[in-house]
């Protein structure tokens, strides 16, 4: 190699030309003036940490990790991952008892699944919210999501048969809200999936991917929960098989995060991770075709959710949705819902997270569409919260359209 | 015994010291300190000589320990002086000095017994360990010694000295030049000086005059008719865009070229070169490719990361070493300092020359310097400068100082407290604006740049980086700078002035990028060029 032929830094912060592009695009700072922005948070203040970790910022804890910074930022710093990275390495206040709670989706789950109409009922009270509100800090006027009856792994495994009869095949990391809150979502990717001639099946073992608890201070758990997760997408991928997801954010965690943050190494099965949408879209391309109803009629607005930004695949899921016939498609504006996973529902972020996301909302409501369509289920909740209208992931949206 | 001040006039002191870099800084604070009214004249700012071109090292001694043992003790002695009246601007990094698979083997044991004998705290330790403790060290090190080095900021310690003598009734004239002696037979009576940035012509009197002019001693010494040999040698060094290293490392073999690497405040600092350049050169020194080259091979082999981080720029010093009593052959070259009584070498009274020395041993060279004022002035006061710490000093650690001062305190402040140390407290204020950052590279805020132009003399862009770090970051003033002349601006009220320095300044961050202007510091100083001349006009 020769000298000086090329610089390395962590996460290219010394590739940092202090354009403040990035500090432009982050919507947190637009709203909140305790947030010294991306890049003080990232780069600049990353010098100062390395020469005495007491240089750390306890205010870094409000960047949501939405990444709009990597994606605005023209000189390849990874400015959310120097963020969040410090905090992980740097802040050593153990997490609060509602972080913990809202970090551990799965546990959630699993425990309010039995009861889940219970569960829905206390959770949609007024008194429940005041009380949460008054205790663990967990916003009053947030609504939250709710719990289904059945798993979807549960449902999946009595199509087991069925599903295994398609020569092709597909495992599917479904997470934590199909399968606790949502798995008619993953019964629509099947659906969808079986039209193109593809069998679902799920992964020898799934664990969250663990992104509220990098973001939660509790990345040791996430990382254990990496590990499980990638020797599974391993085995599958050994088998030829493409592991997909319908959330946005799962497929970052697993493809991006690990890696970066974790230092999980995913090297080998990283380019088998997919968006399912993005599957699908170059299926379609590869020939295969999907037969849609003729009277199919929507009038569609969709929002891309920043992490699917970042991958820079919100394109598979818009061009998926024109295709539709029938589909009237508007695409939204580049803008944050403003929710960011748990950030939005903790009571000190409830305004900013309100005000991030008021560009949108007024969008939604000018185009005044039938539904919104969005390939994150924290959007989704954020959305259907603060403007009412109805939103529905494209995959649940090509299902409804299939004959 | 001295003259009662209030008597005197204002242009008469006891003693003038000519030079604002920290030999003359730290006489002046001792002078001050035993009660005489002084003046210290600069032709430009503090520490732009040899003080603020180097690496920043407070040495343990250990550098000099096998081949000069005089320089050793006394180094170690000052340096746990300063650690007490200096703390805010020491960074108490530790040192290591690495024997790697090329050098000497034996060289260690002869070192370690020299430092021990010179009463150094020297510590074989496990190159295990030294590797566990210094992660960016060179991997293939065999041996390693564990010595107290540490960083020292020379600005800061430089614009201590003198804010401490300026509290004690020592004033200070910046942007100054000697133009002549006023001599009375063979006697020096004062000087006459003009006021570069205004053109004001002054004479100020005094009955003694220290010339501690550096690397330009034997210019002053000839306008007053002494003759000093002086034996300049040019150092280079490079600037790294951040830490790569915790402690100082250094190469445990004979002192040799680029062998030292400094972490200093947010960067760190590869030297030295040295070679002899004729005095007439010294204004203007430039680093060469060959330096640049040599600095990055011989720096990689004690940080071997080095060769792919981010340069920031290179400069260059000269040092100022001295040939003693009229001996031109330079063999009795020392790194020791050297006071020369014009009175009795050359029979001209009221003048002394202060030469030679380290940044390390300023303040004992201070120390015998104004010894010799006071007898001469027939002062018996004692020197309390060993003792008594620096304005910002009397806090140890900078966490304390923040904490003190803000309950949560930000990076900003942090780095602020860091900084100022206990002069920090003056940083407490309820206007917000205050708090805005000028630099954000370095994280300074409105009120330390202003506290600066306010209480330490800046008047220029360059001033300001010297006593804030402003512009010392990655951006090298892309957009501090403006922000900062728009408070200077202010402060003096001539937009066009301000126009002309901000000039002057982007000028001098790219004369030290331009040696090493390749990757990003090129893409950064192009940027910086777009912003200047098609965003602001310039």
């Given at each position: ?403 | ?263 200093g405040d947010t960067v760190c600092i590869v030297g030295t070169t040295s070679s002899r350049i004729p005095l007439d050169a010294c204004d203007e020194v430039a680093v060469t490719p060959e330096e640049v080259n040599l600095l ?243």
């Amino acid at each position: 190699m020769k000298i000086q032929e090329y610089t390395q830094s962590k996460y290219n912060f010394e590739e940092c030309m202090k354009c403040t592009v990035c500090t432009a695009y982050c919507p947190v700072l637009q709203v909140n003036p305790l947030f010294p922005g991306p890049k003080q948070c990232g780069p600049d203040e990353e010098r100062l940490r390395l020469k005495d970790p007491y240089f750390f910022n306890t205010a870094l804890k409000y960047c949501m990790n939405c990444k709009r910074c990597e994606v605005a930022c023209p000189s390849g710093v990874n400015v959310a991952a120097l963020i969040q990275s410090a905090r992980i390495h740097y802040d050593h206040t153990p997490p609060k008892v509602r972080d913990r709670i809202l970090a551990s989706t799965d546990f959630m789950g699993k425990m309010a699944r039995p009861v889940a109409p219970v569960v829905n009922a206390v959770t949609g009270l007024g008194i429940t919210k005041t009380v949460l509100d008054a205790t663990l800090k967990i916003d009053h006027r947030r609504s939250f999501p709710r719990y289904s009856g059945s798993s979807f792994t549960a449902w999946l495994k009595r199509h087991r048969k069925e599903q295994a009869a398609f020569e092709e095949q597909a495992a599917y990391f479904h997470g934590c809200y199909v399968n606790y809150n949502h798995p008619q979502l993953g019964k629509d990717l099947v659906k969808v999936l079986n039209a193109l001639g593809v069998g679902v099946q799920l992964l020898e073992k799934e664990k969250c991917c663990g992104i509220a608890m990098i973001v939660n201070g509790m990345s040791a758990r996430a990382a254990r929960n990496a590990s499980v997760n990638i020797a599974s997408i391993r085995k599958a991928v050994d088998k030829g098989l493409k592991v997909l997801s319908t959330s946005s954010t799962c497929v970052l965690t697993l493809r991006d995060e690990y890696p970066e943050l974790l230092g999980i190494d995913n090297d080998s099965v990283r380019e088998d991770i997919l968006l399912a949408t993005r599957f699908i879209f170059e299926r379609m391309e590869a020939g295969a075709t999907l037969h849609f109803r003729p009277d199919y009629h929507r009038r569609i607005a969709y929002h891309v959710p920043c992490h699917l930004e970042k991958l820079g695949w919100g394109v598979f899921s818009e061009r998926l949705l024109r295709r539709i016939p029938g589909v009237e498609f508007t695409l939204l504006d580049s803008n944050c819902c403003g929710i960011a996973g748990t950030y939005g529902f903790k009571k000190e972020n409830y305004e900013a997270a309100q005000n991030i996301g008021a560009p949108l909302f007024d969008q939604i409501r000018s185009v005044d569409p039938e539904v919104v369509a969005c390939d994150c289920e924290t959007c989704k909740w954020q959305i259907e919260m603060s403007t009412g209208y109805p939103v529905m992931n494209p995959i649940s949206i090509l299902a409804e359209a299939l004959e | 015994m001295i003259k009662n001040t209030h008597t005197m006039n204002p242009n008469e002191f006891d003693v003038i010291i000519i030079g604002g870099g920290i030999t003359g800084a730290g006489t002046q604070r001792d002078c001050a300190m035993r009660g005489l009214k002084t003046l210290l004249i600069e032709r430009s700012d503090i520490a732009t000589g040899a003080t603020g071109r180097n690496h920043g090292l407070l040495h343990s001694g250990a550098r000099y320990a096998v081949n000069d043992s005089e320089s050793a003790e006394e180094c170690i002695r000052e340096n746990r002086i300063l650690r007490k009246i200096a703390a805010h601007c020491i960074d108490e990094t530790g040192g290591l000095f690495i024997t790697l698979p090329e050098d000497d083997p034996e060289y260690q044991n002869t070192f370690v017994e020299s430092c021990l004998r010179a009463g150094i705290e020297a510590e074989v330790i496990d190159p295990e360990l030294a590797r566990r403790w210094e992660p960016t060290v060179n991997q293939n090190l065999t041996g390693a010694v564990k010595v107290p080095d540490a960083s020292i900021d020379p600005f800061r310690l430089c614009a201590a000295n003198m804010l401490d003598a300026k509290l004690r009734g020592g004033q200070v004239r910046l942007h100054t030049t000697v133009t002549g002696f006023i001599k009375e037979g063979d006697t020096v009576r004062g000087v006459h000086t003009r006021n570069a940035q205004t053109g004001q012509v002054n004479d100020f009197y005094a009955r003694i005059i220290v010339n501690a002019g550096g690397v330009w001693a034997q210019e002053i010494a000839a306008m007053a008719g002494a003759q000093i040999s002086l034996y300049p040698a040019k150092g280079s060094l490079l600037i790294f865009a951040h830490r790569v290293n915790k402690h100082v490392i250094n190469r445990c073999r004979k002192p040799s070229n680029a062998d030292i690497l400094v972490p200093g405040d947010t960067v760190c600092i590869v030297g030295t070169t040295s070679s002899r350049i004729p005095l007439d050169a010294c204004d203007e020194v430039a680093v060469t490719p060959e330096e640049v080259n040599l600095l990055i091979t011989e720096g990689s082999k004690l940080a071997p990361v080095l060769s792919s981080t981010r340069i920031l720029r290179a400069y260059a010093g000269v040092r100022p070493l001295i040939s003693t009593d009229k001996d031109d052959s330079g063999r009795n070259i020392t790194r020791g300092f050297v006071i020369l009584d014009h009175e009795s070498r050359d029979g001209i009274k009221g003048l002394v020359s202060i030469c030679g020395g380290k940044l390390t041993t300023y303040r004992l060279m201070a120390e015998k310097t104004t010894d010799l004022l006071c007898r001469k002035l027939g002062n018996e006061k004692k020197c309390m400068t060993a003792v008594s710490p620096l304005p910002g000093s009397e806090e140890g650690s900078y966490e304390k100082v923040a904490q003190k001062i803000w309950e949560t305190p930000s990076t900003a402040q942090k780095a602020a407290a860091f900084r100022m140390g206990t002069r920090a407290f003056r940083m407490r204020s309820s206007d917000r604006w205050n708090d805005a950052l000028v630099c954000k590279c370095e994280e300074v805020s409105v009120g330390e740049i202003n506290g600066a132009i306010e209480r330490m003399d800046a008047s220029t862009l360059t001033d300001l980086r010297r006593r804030t770090r402003l512009g010392m970051g990655p951006c090298q003033g892309e957009f501090c700078a403006c922000r900062a002349a728009g408070l200077l601006a202010a402060s003096h009220g001539c937009i066009d002035r301000e126009r002309e320095d901000l000039n002057q300044f982007l000028q001098e961050r790219w004369k030290g990028n331009f040696p090493i202007g390749w990757g990003d510091t090129l893409r950064e100083a192009e940027y910086t060029q777009w912003v200047y001349k098609f965003v602001l006009g310039l």
